[in-house]
């Protein structure tokens, strides 16, 4: 008992310091503050608790007076340096995407020492806990979900975007059941086009010693964003098998199993699910070296996507059939 009751106390402990982090809850009505598009500032009646991330607390809200509800995501103004670095960069590079799978960033404001974000809500969890509950899910599901993160990839790279935290916890459902990428925490400008001249200029005046040579080739981009690929390959396997293809219980373990590629489907002896070799075949053109890894037009073009049925919209049912008793 005395054990239990230690770990209890330091459990208690790790809470409080959690807490620390996290803003306080939002009174019920919280004042965004005049601005140059809205001169009498706006009100926001605030709802139900959606969820806590990092260092955020998201909660619904809705404008006084007005019927359409939004998220409102939480992060105290006071944060240590680098966190703040973090939100500052999330807020810009979120603040220009416009895409219909892309969680819709409205505004943001600053209130009672916490700094709002007013983005579009979506009210159906993420994919993570839909897969979880559902335990995997039907290719043809699967086609629909690679296709809209497919397109919002392609996006975010065409404006010089990379996502780097792509996972099912960051892409949320939105009332029609449609995927929607959300928590740009993580993600960063690519240089490409004119930055990248100027900076081949700039960095040619100095030493050539340290400059790698991709920064040289003319028209030859950089493969960093291919990281967002990678992520696509992991979350298709995911998506059909309920888990991530490289699994293990240390972080070590996992590096070295995607290094090797080490990485096994459920058999279909053991397992009721059956997965199309045209599904395997995609994922495995994901996980290759980023040099090889397919664009996103390449990824839609891929049999899988053709081989069985696409739906055109997601079955808003799914919610009712997942509520009812089995
Ligand atoms: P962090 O950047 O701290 O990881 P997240 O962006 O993951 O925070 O948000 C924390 C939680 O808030 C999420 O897990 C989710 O439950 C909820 N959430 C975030 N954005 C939305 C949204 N647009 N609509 C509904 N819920 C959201």
């Known amino acids: 008992p005395r054990v239990h009751e230690l770990k209890t106390k330091a459990a208690a402990q790790l809470k409080t310091a ?121 290719e043809p599901e699967v086609r629909f979900y690679s296709v809209q993160i497919a397109g919002a990839i392609k996006y975010m790279h065409a404006k010089g975007i990379i996502h780097r935290d ?4 960051n892409i949320f459902l939105d009332k029609h059941m449609n995927a929607k990428i959300g928590d740009f925490g993580l993600a960063a400008l ?24 991709e920064i040289l080739e003319k028209g030859k981009k950089g493969h960093d964003h291919m990281v967002d690929i990678w992520s696509l390959g992991i979350i298709v396997f995911a998506m059909l098998t309920s888990k991530p293809p490289f699994q293990s219980s240390t972080t070590d373990e996992i590096y070295r199993r995607a290094k090797d590629r080490d990485y096994e489907w459920p058999s279909s002896e053991t397992s009721q699910k059956y997965i199309s070799q045209e599904a395997k075949d995609l994922v495995a053109t994901m996980l290759q ?33 997942e509520l009812a008793p089995e």
């Open 166 to 169: 792509l996972k099912m916890g």
């Open 289 to 321: 070296d980023a040099d090889r890894r397919p664009d996103p037009d390449t990824i839609v073009a891929h049999p899988f996507f053709t081989s069985g049925y696409m739906p055109v919209a997601a079955d808003i049912n799914y919610k009712l059939r």
């Open 18 to 138: 959690k807490d620390k982090e996290h803003p306080p809850p939002p009174p019920n009505n919280v004042a965004e503050p005049p601005s140059a598009d809205r001169k009498d500032g706006v009100v926001y009646q605030v709802g139900k608790l959606l969820g806590k991330g990092g260092f955020a607390i998201c909660y619904e809200g809705k404008a006084a007076g007005q019927s359409k509800r939004v998220a409102l995501k939480i992060v105290k103004s006071q944060m240590p340096t680098k966190i703040e670095q973090k939100f500052q960069t999330e807020l810009q590079i979120h603040s220009k995407m416009r895409h219909q799978n892309i969680v819709q960033f409205h505004r943001a404001f600053t209130f009672e020492s916490c700094t709002y974000l007013v983005l579009e809500l979506c009210p159906n969890g993420s994919l993570m806990d839909m897969v979880k509950r559902r335990k995997g899910l039907t």
């Open 190 to 213: 690519l240089l490409t086009g004119k930055d990248m001249q100027v900076m081949r200029r700039t960095t040619l005046c100095g030493t050539p010693n340290y400059i790698a040579p």
